[in-house]
Structure formats: C-alpha cells, structure tokens
C-alpha cells in the first residue's frame, strides 16, 4: 500500500514591517471615508455637488447600506 505524499511547502512568509503598510492603510481608510460620504451624505447643506444628482446616481446603494433617504 502506497501512502500520498504532500510537496513540500515553504511557511516562511516574508515579514512586511508596519512603515511600508501604514501609507497603503492612510490611502484605504480615506478612500472608505469619502465612499461612506458620498454615498450616505451627499445631500444637503454640506454637500459637494448641488442638487440631487449624487443622491440618485448612489440611490440603490444608499439602501443597501441602510441609510434612509425618504
């Protein structure tokens, strides 16, 4: 009787030091806030764009995300 072998495989995964994330993490995060920001307040007295535009485009979003917009 033949036992299967597994290949062999390397578990040494390069450690990537916090420096070199913590730009790419900044760039994410902000990319975040301003998705949530058009998605969920672009409307209103502090809005980017007048009118409604924004708000129609992102509608189906809006309530998939739960935000009340009615």
Avoid: K, N
């Amino acid at each position: 009787m033949t036992v299967a072998t597994r290949p062999a495989v390397s578990s040494d995964l390069p450690a990537i030091p916090l420096r070199d994330i913590a730009p790419w993490a900044a760039l994410a995060s902000l990319l975040a806030v301003l998705v949530v920001y058009f998605v969920g307040a672009e409307q209103g007295a502090w809005s980017v764009f007048h009118g409604t535009d924004v708000h129609e485009f992102v509608h189906d979003a809006r309530h998939l995300l739960g935000f009340p917009c009615h």
